[in-house]
């Protein structure tokens, strides 16, 4: 077979070579045969290296006056067509964004890089074939799709919604032309996400709050119309806290949903978020799942750090997550997308969070075959983001970095602002940004530390009593009861006898409430009333004496 060959240079008079000595470096290590031809070279000698090296594709640069810059494109164009190598091997120009209109206008070029690129367009140079990619292989309509487009890079998600539609489509727009974020998730504001398909009961006073006031069919297709550009983000929203299943249809109809996401408990009197019912949220809940499995739609069940956001143990929130991926399997699901939420609750420490999260990855593991497919998706927590947003900034690319071990096909970015304002489009394009910037130091050639004791003696810790708690709900479930874990009552009964518990629903009438956990050495642990540390053994057989079961 022929070796791979890539030609660079700089050009005319230009001594500038740095950018295409690094990039012909990043072309040896994805397979090809690098010649270096040097700074300063008249266009006849590439030309001519061009026509006796038959390379696979070629990078020049030029850093100096648009003028000249002109003139050389000019006589390269002339150059490479008198050799009939025009057109033959991908062109690469590197340049200073002012001559960016000069290199488009010279029509030779397949990718021109100015240096604010993201590292996957740069990477994506050397496999792409330049101007003739379909549109289509370029940024597909599907997730499933997309994920394998853009291997080995994550796709990166971002919520956006701001205050009136006019000014969310408008971001959209923006985002979707800075081509940094491939996944636009939509936050309604909470009007529109229970009352939708109630609009009399919506609160005059709350229009807007915490997202885009959806109130029509045509709001969301105006913004699936905003999307179609640029990099052509997939989009996807919030499921909504009511009427989920008509949720999930309007979705598919209007902005193609990328994936839905709905819970097992929650949007309910468990957290206020609608006035359903336990069993009724979870039986209309998994309606939901099974509505978005049958349109074809990829599904994520977003279960375990809404426990962990209200402080829960980190096995109940690892047996929440097993829950959401088992349900979601036996409901039918061929696709699945695993949220994982670092930095929750606050204060926990990287290693004590990477146990949890492996732990919940290996748990995960036991459900996947080449019928359920599973997406990993990191994600920072939105509560551990200081106000202060340069020490935020820091926040958002530490815990990337740690989330990285995951190996995700996602990365839910998680806007630096956010703890001080909603994110506006500049600020999503900005946080992305960061995130690009961790992957382009850290995707490739990361260190191992998942092997660290520590962490495995943790993990282990984790999965083994999730795997009680799971095993529990299994005991308490009623005579002929077929499946405990997608049973709406089993699952009820195992949050009403605490089972499934967090600090934070003390006093809710739906729940125990008296699990107690506190960070010990950064270490989320269960303690008793004393402060004394419990295993997940000693809480739940204290639940059983009490219940006298």
Known sequence: MREKTIIGAS???????V?????????????YRAVFLGPSVPVESIVAQAKTQHPERMIVGYRLSEDAATLLFRELKRGLERERLAGTFPLILSCPPALRQAAVNAGIFDFIFTGGEPFDDILASLTEKGKGIPFEAKYPPTLPERVTAKKPFPLLRHHFGVPTVEETVLGVERIADEKAVDIISLGPDQNAQ????????????????????LRTREDLERIYRASRRGNYPLLRCYSGTNHLREWAHLLAETIHIAWGVVPIFWYSTLDGRSSRPLVQAIQENQEAMRTYINLGIPLEVNEAHQWSLRDAPDSVAAAAFFLGAYQAKAFGARHYVAQYMFNTPPGISPRADLAKMLAKQELLGELTDPGFNVFTQIRAGLSHFTPNLDIAKGQLAASTALGLHLFPDIIHVVGFCEANHIACSLEVVESARIVQGVLSDL?????RIDQDPFIQKHKKRIKEEAR???????EIASPGIEDPWTSPETLARAVETGLL????????PEAQGTVITRLRDSILRVVDK????????????ALRQDKNE
């Open 468 to 474: 009680l708690i799971l095993e529990t709900i299994r």
């Open 501 to 508: 518990d967090a600090p934070h629903l003390s006093g809710n």
């Open 530 to 541: 004393d402060g004394q540390p419990l295993t997940e053994r000693q809480r739940i057989s």
């Open 443 to 447: 995707l490739i050639g990361l260190p």
């Open 11 to 17: 050009l005319g008079n230009d001594v500038h070579v």
């Open 194 to 213: 229970e009352f939708f398909f109630e609009p009399e009961n919506m609160r005059s006073d709350e229009n807007g709050a915490g997202g885009v006031p």
């Open 19 to 31: 950018g295409i000595y690094r990039f012909l470096t990043l072309a040896e290590e994805h397979g």
